[in-house]
């Protein structure tokens, strides 16, 4: 476990729809990371957030968006969905912002499958 | 077209056997980590690699970053079943976007 927790765990929705996946760091983490993994590219970064502001941005789309609240949890807004956002998401959370030199530790992911 | 490329992209051995997996790019990156992901779960970091030519040691994993800090490499020896998942390598773009190869997927068998 590794401290980090997301939900849902699974999400099936349907195309054009809006959904919210939630995510809480580790406790004294103040750097949340959102990535997709899927099977044709792998793990993408999406965005990062520090201490409620946000840091770095990936290949996040703009029907994407993320942000992080004053208690340090993150969430990320997916919108219009498309089949081609079916994928694994996963949150990271680590102390510091530096992502190259700072561990980051993985959430359980959430699942989205868009139908 | 990924910036890390892995190889190989899956390798099947038998308990005891020696392997190295290998991920490459064109890009200088300013560090290199190295995470295993397991099925259902999220990657654990392994290492991360920041001087060029350096080489860490983990119990049976020796990981090594390259001279140009454009590729580096994982030595496992007597590879064991727990050993088994997916290995991913990422490098720092700068500080903090981190670009992930496609990964190695291993498989030990007993």
């Known amino acids: 476990d590794s401290g980090v927790t997301q939900t849902p765990k699974h999400l099936i929705t349907a195309t054009g729809q809006r959904v919210t996946l939630r995510c809480s760091p580790r406790s004294g983490d103040l750097s949340v990371y959102w990535y997709q993994q899927s099977l044709d590219q792998g793990l993408q970064f999406l965005i990062q957030y520090y201490n409620g502001e946000e840091r770095a941005k990936g290949n996040i789309l703009e029907r994407f968006s993320a942000q992080q609240f004053p208690d340090l949890h993150s969430e990320l807004n997916l919108s219009s969905l498309e089949l081609g956002d079916s994928a694994l998401y996963f949150c990271?959370?680590?102390?510091?912002?530096?992502?190259?030199?700072?561990?980051?530790?993985f959430g359980p992911g959430t699942r989205l499958t868009v139908l | 077209t990924q910036l890390l490329e892995q190889s190989p992209q899956f390798l099947s051995i038998q308990e005891g056997e020696n392997l190295t997996v290998y991920c490459n790019s064109s890009?200088?990156?300013?560090?290199l980590q190295w995470y295993r992901q397991e099925p259902g779960e999220g990657p654990v970091l392994l290492v991360t690699v920041v001087t060029g030519g350096e080489v860490k040691k983990l119990k049976r994993l020796t990981f090594q970053f390259g001279d140009a800090r454009k590729d580096s490499s994982l030595h496992i020896t007597a590879a064991q079943p727990g050993d088994t998942g997916l290995y991913l390598c990422a490098g720092a773009v700068n500080n903090n976007d981190m670009r992930f190869g496609a990964g190695t997927r291993l498989t030990v068998k007993p």
């Open positions: 890009s200088v990156f300013s560090s």
């Open positions: 990271a959370s680590s102390v510091a912002p530096l992502a190259g030199y700072n561990e980051q530790f």
